[in-house]
């Protein structure tokens, strides 16, 4: 199996993943039981990010490829039928489940897709997740769809205009709501959107020190437009001195691509205090 990003292997201890009510107490016997041979890649999917998985013996390998899936698989070959080899203990942003892994001998019997159940899921309130991306993704749609209040602060270049909309803060997050008018008749192939803290001032006679913030979250995942574009991006709350510029930079895919930056000044992330928690409400 081709691990992209192996999954660290912790021993299960009493009181882990505490913090809330515990859970009447369960056997192996009582979970939901996994047939699994070194022959067959178990893949299991949950409804939400995945943000902890552990394997209680070394005799499974795992990786998670993306957010919301992990691959299983026994190192090895040659146990018993019917014989545990590992419990897997799977923590979202939400809920929790677990599963005993059973060796098969029989290839055919292996289970190959498994996707988690409601009836197997356990809530839980992950300490580390302050808003689900389930949340963070209604809080976003609201957001692309509310009107502009934010009209003074905008970037011309190559005929195109790039404006910031809206600014909120929600949470421990702020949401950055900008567009694009595209006034030619060239398409453009989005190669990155990338978000950087940099000095307000450049001098020659100093480098720059420009900060890369990773978005926790871009709302739209599409990479082309023609004449108009809009998304939101939620980047972790901070706060940054008067001589530093939020710059929201969008870039081509050709060798030649355009280029555009927007500027948000430190003044301009001050008026996302005044968030309107109606704009949240269900309809």
Not at 41 to 64: M, N
Not at 70 to 78: H, Q, S, T, V, W
């Amino acid at each position: 199996m081709n691990l992209k990003r192996t999954i660290t292997v912790f021993f299960l201890t009493v009181g882990v993943l505490s913090g809330h009510e515990v859970l009447a107490q369960r056997t192996y016997e009582e979970m939901e039981q996994l047939t699994v041979n070194e022959q067959v890649t178990t893949v299991i999917t949950a409804s939400e990010p995945i943000r902890f998985v552990d394997i209680s013996t070394e005799k499974i390998a795992g990786d998670q490829p993306i957010d919301n899936i992990i691959r299983l698989k026994p190192k090895e070959g040659g146990h018993e039928d019917g014989e545990v080899l590992a419990i897997v203990t799977i923590v979202t942003e939400r809920y929790r489940t677990q599963y005993a892994l059973l060796y098969t001998t029989r290839v055919r019997e292996a289970v190959t897709d498994k996707e988690i159940e409601l009836r197997e899921r356990d809530a839980y309130n992950n300490p580390a997740v302050s808003m689900s991306t389930a949340e963070m993704i209604r809080f976003a749609r609201r957001i692309w769809n509310s009107p502009a209040k934010i009209r003074n602060v905008a970037t011309k270049a190559h005929r195109m205009t790039m404006r910031l909309n809206n600014i909120y803060a929600v949470g421990d997050y702020f949401f950055i709501d900008f567009s694009v008018e595209n006034r030619t008749n060239i398409r453009f192939d989005i190669d990155e959107i990338r978000v950087k803290l940099a000095d307000k001032k450049l001098s020659k006679a100093t480098n720059a020190q420009v900060v890369e913030l990773t978005p926790t979250l871009v709302l739209e995942g599409s990479k082309v437009f023609r004449h108009g574009y809009r998304n939101v991006i939620v980047v972790k709350k901070m706060t940054f001195p008067n001589d530093k510029i939020l710059t929201i930079e969008m870039t081509e895919k050709q060798i030649s691509g355009r280029n555009i930056c927007l500027n948000i000044d430190y003044e301009d992330v001050l008026a996302a205090d005044s968030f309107n928690v109606t704009l949240l409400e269900e309809e």
